[in-house]
């Protein structure tokens, strides 16, 4: 064949490499745009999601040492206003009942809770951003945004939990509610309408950065802005905290 004839030879284009873990939390912690549209060129959910178990497991197991089950659910009783419902003798009742329950069933939770929460969600923001976005969001990429976000999040917050905890020496408290970073800290919580409570409660710096994670990776997925997808994720939020109040006023 004449190399006058021959088809001209064709560059190779540039090696995509695909960054590492650490690589990816570093990413996520401080330009998670970027980082996203890394990770959402290969979609592996399964690893946040698997780091996220094993760090809700290795809390747990520090917990559960240190925490008394009949005075942790005394307080969550009697934080729910269900204690002045109930005669001491009822009360000890309940107490008793839950109390052989309860490293059962926080360990099944731990277990059962991040893959579940993680489908969930993934699921309805799908959801949002295939049918109101007009979005090409797969699955396996929506999976990847969330296990992602919430991993990142607690690898925050987990530690800090601990930390509170600790110089508390107080290890009877919600792990939900160690951390006061949230409007319900200039709250009376015995004195204030529940319903009040609840709504100062969600308006939370870990929840708001839980909404900018997630509004970084579906804008990424969609092709659209940040400040674009956050209006989607906001939306979800929002209504999720519609729920969380009405079920504090109705109960």
Not at 48 to 59: D, E, K, N, Q, V
Not at 107 to 118: D, G, R, Y
Not at 174 to 192: C, H, I, K, W, Y
């Amino acid at each position: 064949m004449n190399d006058a004839t021959a088809p001209p030879a064709v560059a190779p284009g540039p090696v995509v490499r695909e960054r590492g873990f650490g690589q990816h939390l570093a990413g996520l912690l401080f330009s998670p745009r970027e980082e996203f549209a890394s990770i959402l060129a290969r979609p592996r959910f399964w690893v946040p999601l698997a780091c996220w178990m094993a760090l809700g497991i290795a809390f747990t197991a520090v917990w559960m040492q240190k925490v008394e089950p009949r005075e942790f659910l005394r307080n969550q009783i009697q934080l729910s206003g269900r204690a002045d419902k109930m005669d001491p003798g009822q009360l000890e009742r309940v107490l008793d009942a839950q109390a052989r329950f309860f490293k059962p069933f926080g360990w099944v939770s731990v277990a059962v809770a991040p893959p579940l929460i993680t489908f969930l969600i993934a699921l309805v923001f799908l959801f949002v951003f295939r049918f109101f976005y007009a979005g090409e969001v797969r699955l396996a990429q929506s999976l990847a945004v969330v296990a992602w976000t919430f991993f990142v999040v607690a690898l925050v917050t987990t530690p800090l939990v601990l930390v509170v905890m600790s110089l508390k020496g107080e290890w009877n408290l919600s792990p939900q509610e160690a951390v006061q970073a949230n409007a319900g800290m200039f709250l009376d919580r015995q004195t204030t309408a529940r319903p009040l409570y609840s709504l100062a409660s969600s308006l939370d710096l870990f929840s708001f950065w839980t909404m900018w994670l997630l509004a970084s990776g579906y804008g990424v997925a969609t092709r659209r802005t940040t400040a674009a997808a956050a209006a989607g994720v906001v939306g979800v939020w929002a209504l999720y905290v519609l729920v969380k109040v009405a079920l504090a006023a109705v109960f």
